[in-house]
């Protein structure tokens, strides 16, 4: 039996998906609540990539405890030092300094032949162990790699004192055959790797992220690197959650330790998407809208009966609710608060706490039952609110079948006074996005737009998220209502609160690094 270091690079990795952009204070709750789950360790960003990044590695390197925190780094000197600087602060700090393995990627991105490259891993790591015994090697693209040159990569890196060396399958490329075999063959090649920490980080280009890590797990890997909801570059990363939850079922198969308190699982996931805009899709193992519904009568029927008939583990062992609904218009101050502290918020403000109450009774009026998913909307809407610069005073449209163009009135409180407009569109929330937009102080295109239900049931409430990009500065809009048009609205104003409280961040600056030697 091994114990399997759960290395998290949400904020590293994850935040390369396309179209995400997190600010200091979401990355720093999320590093939090990263630790309250128990990762052991935090890629908290690449300090060299911009100042943004380097200032997010460094407070999450003050203010969070318990996990390692980590720095990614080329194998280039002053990305090294300044990945050294941020993670200082940290009670446990890791450099992560990588280059690439593959021919492809030596001949075209790198531009160094294969000596050099093993001679800048043996300089570079050694030159982070003056920062940090905890170095992480890395070499990209292992799985297309020259299994001979991996080798090599792996016992350079162990001569100069890297204590963990991963071994990426950067393009997503293997099968767990093939990448179990690779990880097996590191260690009959270079005996020396039973002496470190050999790591996985899989790519989920062909959808086998999970199954590579696992085969890794079982092939001798001591650190599965992953992502919340497997976001990531492309495709996305191996999930955490779906890693965790197969060690954690099938711990009769695996066999194995780890230190994750898998009831934090459903809130973290919740949290990542709210920051980053990226939606869970339904079907998403552990952490999906369907995960644990059963639909089918020959289901539900056996699940009624016994548990255990269709299901394999429990929704409360990941931090969901069983039930479906208990709280309704008659439900008391108390009964909600109770609640709140069910669903892992315990410590909301007074101030905050009679606001959500106040909408918790709203909701209860517009709709005979308030489940759980639509109090953690309740909560995740109240608190990614940012000051209230301009607020929807009323909203109105029009809409119908037989030629009729739709067509909606906007009215908006803004720091100018109160403004009114009307549009038409394709519809009524593009007629009144439209009237917004006639109101926008500042121009942005709209990047993406995404409508769910929360709950099953024609009272259900509708939950937008819009991702807009403003001269280059990516922000998210979210709102909620048991009325679309009206949670689109609110979405769109949502943004333009955002702009105004100069919440977004540019991307650029990260997307400007490359591979080459500077
Ligand atoms: O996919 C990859 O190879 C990476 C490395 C930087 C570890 O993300
Ligand atoms: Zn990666």
Partial sequence: MAYIKIFDTTLRDGEQSPGVALNTLQKLEIAHSLARLGVDIIEAGFPIASDGDFDCVNRIAKDVKGPVICGLARTHKLDIERAA????????????????????????????????????????????????????????????????????LVRAAIAAGATTINIPDTTGYGTPQDYGLLIKNIFQNVPEAHQVSISTHCHDDLGMAVANSLAAVENGATQIECTINGIGERAGNTSLEECVMALYTRKDHYGHEIGINTREIYFVSRLVQRHTGMQIPPNKAIVGDNAFAHESGIHQDGVIKHKETYEIMNAELVGREAGVLVMGKHSGRNAFRTRLAELGYTDLSQE?????????????????????????????????????????????????????????????????????ETALG????????????????????????????????????????????????????????????HASVLAYVDVLNKLAAGIGRHKEAANQITMSMP
């Fill in 85 to 152: 600087k941020a993670i200082e602060p940290a009670e446990k700090g890791r450099i992560h300094t990588f280059t690439s393995a593959s021919d492809v990627h030596l001949k075209y991105m790198l531009k160094q032949t294969r000596e050099q490259v093993l001679e800048l891993s043996d300089q570079m790591v050694r030159y982070a162990k003056e920062f940090t015994d905890d170095v992480e090697f890395s070499a990209q693209d292992c799985m297309r790699a020259d299994p001979e040159f991996v080798y090599q």
């Fill in 426 to 485: 394709d519809g009524p929330v593009d007629a009144s996005f439209k009237a917004l937009k006639k109101m926008t102080p500042v121009p942005f295109e709209l990047e993406a737009y995404d409508l769910k239900a929360i709950g099953k049931g024609t009272d259900a409430l509708g939950e937008v998220s819009i991702r807009v990009n403003s001269e280059g500065q990516i922000v998210h809009g979210r709102a909620i209502s048991t009325d679309v048009v």
């Fill in 352 to 420: 905050k706490l009679n606001d959500l109450f106040k909408q918790f009774k709203d909701l209860a009026d517009a709709k005979q039952h308030v489940t759980n998913e639509d109090i953690l909307a309740l909560v995740e809407t109240e608190s990614s609110k940012v000051a209230e610069v301009y607020r929807l005073e009323h909203v109105q449209f029009q809409s119908g079948t037989g030629g009729m163009t739709p067509s909606a009135l906007v009215r908006l409180s803004t720091p100018e006074g109160i403004m009114e």
